[in-house]
């Protein structure tokens, strides 16, 4: 899988959008990028994923770039419960069989008031 | 996600001591896993179920056992327990799907159990 570089930690008044970004790259035509934040002991969280296209949920936006080496992840409106870590990965489409999810070291996104 | 639940959420035992955690999952999701959290290591896989029938090892899988007793509950067992499992354990749930001939197979986390090994 394709390595992916983020920035350590952010900051984000709340009620802004928060723009998480994510370098990968490296990544293959056949990888997925998805993203996951994890809440301090809790269970990580799935936020969303995409392949070429942005996407868009009720949680954020995926923006990647045309080239795929980058992406951005936007919280429209953060709110203090939106601090948390966020990860960046990149996984393969594979059909069938079965790949780890593998969790960097992410970026530690703090949401003030 | 309240699909995925682990029980109990906070454990603590003592060495040599055999443990269950459980794991049941509302998704109707045919794979499972369990992965353990140490500070500073991330996320490590123990075991992981494609279905009923079929148990993998994941990198971490030496002291620890698993069950999958339905296609909705997966047990992770330690046979004796010692201090360095002392960790947060997570199940997870996954359910693959083809999308424009790509497949994506989406992980959903339970809350995790923490458990502490004197």
């Known amino acids: 899988d394709a390595k992916t570089t983020q920035p350590p930690s952010m900051d984000c008044a709340e009620g802004r959008a928060a723009n998480l970004p994510c370098n990968h790259s490296?990544?293959?035509?056949?990888?997925?990028v998805y993203w996951y934040r994890q809440i301090h002991s809790q269970g990580p969280q799935y936020i969303i994923h995409g392949l070429k296209n942005n996407e868009t949920n009720e949680m954020a936006s995926l923006i990647i770039t045309e080239d795929r080496k980058s992406s951005t992840l936007i919280l429209p409106h953060a709110t203090l419960r939106d601090t948390a870590v966020y990860y960046c990965i990149v996984r393969v489409a594979r059909l069938g069989g079965f790949q780890k999810l593998v969790f960097g070291t992410g970026t530690r996104l703090l949401v003030s008031p | 996600d309240a699909d995925v639940t682990q029980t109990p959420r906070n454990r603590i035992t003592k060495t040599g001591k055999r443990i269950m955690l459980e794991c049941s999952q509302t998704?109707?999701?045919?794979?499972m896993y369990w992965y353990r959290q140490d500070p500073g290591l991330g996320l490590r896989l123990i075991y992981y179920?494609?279905?009923?029938?079929?148990?993998n090892k994941g990198e971490i899988s030496d002291g620890y056992s698993v069950s999958r007793q339905a296609q909705a509950k997966f047990s992770l067992s330690l046979e004796s327990a010692i201090p360095n499992q002392t960790a947060l354990y997570f199940c997870?749930?996954?359910?693959?799907?083809?999308?424009?001939?790509?497949?994506?197979?989406?992980?959903?986390f339970g809350p995790g159990t923490r458990l502490t090994v004197l």
């Open positions: 998704k109707g999701h045919d794979r």
């Open positions: 179920s494609f279905d009923v029938k079929d148990i």
């Open positions: 997870a749930t996954s359910d693959p799907s083809l999308s424009g001939g790509f497949s994506t197979d989406t992980q959903y």
């Open positions: 490296t990544i293959s035509g056949n990888e997925y």
